[in-house]
């Protein structure tokens, strides 16, 4: 997690999803706020197989990161996937900070109809 190369870093997260094991969450957290794009992507995506033990660290980092794309699309979009009753008021919670230009482009990244 600590390599220097993003396809590294982007492969480890993968790795982790695949894994399912929430024990996961601990090591993928800092990959939420990595400087490379890519990774950032893989590691929302392996949060997105964790369920209730992502919705925290998804939920905190969105709210951070809210007004910042891709970073924000891809935060919101493991977090509709979780599928939990939390992650769906965490989601909602960070788009009531937005304006509604932001919220429009977040909003093109989920599937409504999971909000």
Do not use: C, H, N
């Not at 891809?74 to 937005?98: E, V, W």
């Amino acid at each position: 997690m600590k390599s220097q190369r993003a396809v590294i870093r982007a492969s480890a997260a993968d790795a982790l999803g695949e894994m399912r094991d929430p024990r996961a969450v601990a090591a993928l957290t800092p990959l939420l706020r990595d400087k490379s794009d890519e990774v950032v992507l893989w590691a929302t995506l392996a949060m997105s197989k964790l369920g209730d033990a992502s919705v925290q660290a998804l939920g905190s980092t969105l709210e951070e990161e809210a007004g910042t794309l891709p970073r924000a699309g891809y935060l919101a979009d493991a977090l509709s996937k979780t599928g939990t009753p939390d992650a769906r008021k965490r989601l909602r919670r960070a788009l009531s900070l937005l304006g509604v230009d932001a919220r429009t482009r977040l909003l093109a990244f989920i599937d409504v109809q999971d909000l």
